[in-house]
């Protein structure tokens, strides 16, 4: 079984531009959650997708938006890049099913740094 | 809202060495509790998982921890430690909700 797949794996933005990362899940996984990354920091929630309807949302601003389609797969998009916004930004998918107890099974991320 | 608390940031131990890193949640309620290992370059993989009935769990590569209610404690262990263990450790907690919480890591290096 192929794992989840994150494209593309670095990523060179500037302050003030848009970037949209990409997260194929494992097949027949229906949640996908996003990370992100950053030294010290451990990993902060964004944003969890489950059938296409986002059921849980970190404490990040607007900014950070994310989608899912019918196949699962899912994109998370950032507006108005900010410094702070560098960090490795992570996808993990699950089974995802209510009373589940599917563990989260992790993409190898996605570098993101902004100048 | 939940929390997780990794309260070794950073720890050094030659080969051979016994391991313990702790890991402290504040949920009240019914929760899974997961260890992830990091190791340089590749991605988080699950080492071991608590879900219910005996409270300790072992894992893969000789990890276990042990799940203490009381204490909303989970702790990672390992009685021998060997160079290949380098990496980082975080602590997980899933909630009622289906929602993850990670501890901020810890990076574990080991000298051979």
């Known amino acids: 079984k192929a794992g989840v797949t994150q494209t593309p794996r670095y990523l060179i933005k500037t302050r003030g531009q848009q970037v949209t990362l990409s997260c194929s899940p494992i097949?027949?996984?229906?949640?996908v959650s996003w990370y992100q990354q950053t030294p010290g920091q451990g990993l902060q929630f964004l944003f969890e997708?489950?059938?296409?309807?986002?059921?849980n949302k970190g404490n990040f601003p607007g900014r950070f938006s994310g989608r899912q389609f019918s196949n699962s797969r899912s994109e998370m998009n950032v507006s108005t890049l900010e410094l702070g916004d560098s960090a490795l930004y992570l996808c993990?998918?699950?089974?995802?099913?209510?009373?589940?107890?599917?563990?989260?099974?992790f993409g190898n991320g996605t570098r993101l740094t902004v100048t | 809202a939940q929390s997780v608390s990794q309260h070794n940031h950073h720890v050094i131990l030659s080969e051979a060495a016994s391991l313990e890193l702790g890991c402290n949640y504040s949920?009240?309620?019914?929760?899974?509790l997961f260890w992830y290992v990091q190791y340089p370059g590749q991605h988080l993989q699950l080492l071991l998982k608590?879900?219910?009935?005996?409270?300790l769990v072992k894992g893969i590569k000789g990890f276990e921890a042990e799940f203490i209610k009381s204490k909303f404690s989970f702790n990672l262990r390992k009685p021998s430690v060997q160079w290949s263990d380098t990496a980082e450790y975080f602590c997980?907690?899933?909630?009622?909700?289906?929602?993850?919480?990670f501890g901020s890591g810890t990076k574990l290096n080991v000298k051979p």
């Open positions: 949920y009240g309620g019914t929760v899974n």
């Open positions: 997980a907690v899933r909630d009622n909700f289906n929602k993850f919480y």
């Open positions: 993990a998918s699950s089974l995802g099913g209510t009373g589940n107890n599917s563990p989260l099974h």
């Open positions: 997708y489950f059938s296409e309807t986002q059921r």
């Open positions: 608590y879900f219910s009935g005996d409270p």
């Open positions: 097949s027949g996984h229906r949640s």
